[in-house]
């Protein structure tokens, strides 16, 4: 990676084919990894779609090998330490502060306050997954209400190794079986696209090579149901699983995601307990 590479203007792409909008992460050099600047261009296209009178549904997806390899904690448009005009909530800039302070005003707005803003996007949202969908990946693929993964599309949170419970919008037992959840966390391994739809994670496994078009052809049949049902339904289900605990299960982990921070940075060199990009990729090889 060569720290003199120039940032695209907008890293994510925005599209409109007839009723359907398709919003796709443009950092494919760094596997869509995630930082501030992806972030929010990422919901700036969500609110775009929202306001579209045209557009009935919405298909993310990653360009190049990858959907997403999660947040940015190594490449050279790192920028977790800039400030950003906020849109999730009414946490202060974490930009100026320090420790805790400014580590849980960042993430509950770029990542628990995003996330849930765009579970509630009222119109359809469909994740188009092929490679890896890992770590922060995930939750941008969980937040959506459908998942077509190509075959070659793999899923795993490996955070566990930093001696952290799981990603920041700790969906897991709601999409997938709780002790298929625990195994996924307690071993970091990757969960191969064949077994995310054994366990009801993915809608559709289809080929590599198929898998726009598959994923569009889904978009457009569903986007032949009238607008407002459509948001209904989803606001139904939504709320189901909200009763289910959802909200106030992701509010707990949340906070024991937060504990393990502080532990990190008390016991160990940082607040990832000393992980960096290439100490994951060895320790998950």
């Not at 443009?26 to 609110?47: E, H, I, V």
């Not at 559709?204 to 090579?209: I, L, N, S, T």
């Amino acid at each position: 990676m060569s720290a003199a590479r120039t940032a695209p203007a907008e890293p994510v792409r925005y599209e409109r084919h007839g009723a359907v909008a398709a919003v796709t992460m443009d950092r494919p050099d760094y596997r869509n990894a995630q930082n501030s600047a992806m972030t929010y261009a990422l919901d700036r296209a969500l609110y775009r779609a929202a306001d579209d009178n045209e557009v009935k549904v919405v298909v993310l997806a990653g360009a190049g090998k990858h959907f997403s390899a999660g947040h940015d904690i190594g490449t050279p448009e790192r920028d977790a330490h800039l400030p950003f005009d906020r849109k999730a909530g009414l946490w202060w800039d974490h930009s100026d502060k320090q420790g805790a302070d400014s580590r849980y005003a960042r993430e509950s707005e770029v990542y628990l306050g995003m996330c849930r803003r765009w579970r509630e996007l009222p119109k359809p949202l469909i994740a188009s997954v092929q490679g890896a969908c890992v770590a922060g990946g995930l939750m941008l693929a969980w937040v959506c209400d459908l998942i077509v993964a190509s075959e070659d599309a793999f899923f795993a949170d490996p955070v566990v190794r930093m001696g952290i419970p799981g990603v920041e919008y700790f969906a897991h037992p709601w999409v997938m079986p709780p002790r298929i959840a625990k195994e996924f966390l307690y071993t970091g391994d990757r969960m191969s696209a064949q077994r995310a739809y054994e366990v009801g994670m993915v809608n559709r496994v289809v080929p590599r090579a198929e898998l726009a078009d598959r994923t569009m052809e889904l978009a457009i049949r569903i986007a032949d149901m009238p607008r407002l049902g459509l948001a209904l339904t989803k606001r139904a289900v939504n709320q189901a699983e909200d009763l289910q605990g959802l909200h106030a299960g992701l509010d707990s982990a949340f906070g024991l995601h937060h504990l393990a921070h502080a532990h990190n940075s008390e016991t160990a060199k940082d607040s990832l307990g000393g992980m960096d990009v290439r100490a994951m990729k060895e320790a998950s090889s």
